[in-house]
């Protein structure tokens, strides 16, 4: 398992998180031995979102693993807030309330990472400080970040924040690369070149944020994936299935090192919940694919280059 280190922090960590979305899915039982078989793969970071599951993932995760002190410092552990029913919010008073319910669910005193989950048109960024300023100096939030954030919304809220925000979670898998498109193909008139994230991973790279890839496996936004999609994309299955066999993975892991081998070091975010796809993914942590390969899938999925 490759490990990198959170810029503006002292955390080092995997570069395989494992997601939990989905985790109430499972008997407690089974969400006990993924949770411990994340932990024996090497994997330290464990994301979650006070939305999953209405916060019964949160719980759910906690009483698997029997949280305790012990346990707890092994773990990286980052939750987010802002969404509710029907609307997005980052008032002062939703962020520490919805940081505290998070708190107890997961039975622990602090979070290392607190991400704001989709951005709020009507945030008030003054708000939004007072919020970090509070959960920080009371010890229950160690650091911050975003998700689904552009450029210019992650810099309103830096005018008035006091903490770096150290993490962007956002959407990436090798059929979904507008982070990466347009830069390859500026200037051209094509669908391609059209900018629409604002350079977001350039920014990133450029401010020492971590981007965190969720989704790694999907088309795009929840149309399944495309690993064993012959029917939309029988070039590129063909073309990871031959270098799972080069490799000696599964396709699964070339997947994620498709993304895991880009220099900007970023953590790819599983949401599975079957224990042999986990440990597959994780053979993707340090695979090293040649420019030449990772070219290869990239037009595979469905781009070009000039």
């Known amino acids: 398992m490759k490990y990198i280190d959170i810029k503006g922090t002292d955390l080092k960590v995997s570069n395989i998180i494992m997601g939990n979305m989905r985790l109430k899915q499972l008997s407690t ?21 006070d939305i999953y599951g209405g916060g019964e993932c949160e719980t759910h995760f906690a009483e698997a693993i029997g949280m305790n002190a012990s346990i707890r410092e092994q773990m990286v552990l980052q939750s987010k807030c802002g969404i509710r029913k029907g609307f997005f919010d980052f008032s002062k008073e939703h962020i520490i309330s919805s940081t505290d319910n998070i708190l107890k669910r997961l039975n622990t005193d602090y979070l290392d990472i607190l991400l704001l989950h989709r951005p709020d048109a009507l945030v008030e960024p003054e708000e939004v400080a007072e919020a970090f300023d509070t959960l920080h100096a009371s010890g229950k ?65 450029l401010h020492d944020m971590t981007v965190q890839a969720w989704s790694p496996f999907q088309k795009a936004f929840f149309d399944g994936p495309f690993l064993g999609d012959l029917e939309n ?30 220099p900007a070091k970023i953590q790819v975010v599983l ?12 053979q993707g942590s340090e695979i090293p694919l040649t420019r030449e390969e990772w070219y290869a899938i990239y037009q595979a999925g469905g781009k070009i280059l000039p």
């Open 29 to 49: 039982s089974e969400a006990e031995t993924l949770i411990r078989t994340a932990m024996e793969e090497n994997i330290n970071f464990f994301d979650h979102a």
């Open 141 to 205: 939030v160690r650091h911050f970040g975003v998700s689904n954030h552009t450029p210019l919304q992650i810099e309103l809220l830096k005018k008035h924040v006091n903490q770096k925000l150290v993490v962007n979670q956002l959407q990436l898998s090798v059929t979904h690369t507008p982070m990466i498109d347009s830069g390859i193909a500026l200037n051209m008139n094509i669908d391609q070149s059209v900018n629409r994230d604002s350079s977001i991973l350039d920014y990133s790279r």
């Open 271 to 282: 949401g599975t919940t079957n224990v042999g796809r986990l440990k597959d993914s994780c």
């Open 233 to 262: 994309y029988p070039e590129l299955n063909t073309l990871i299935d031959s270098l799972a066999a080069k490799y000696g993975v599964t396709n699964t892991a070339i997947a994620v090192a498709w993304i895991t081998r880009h």
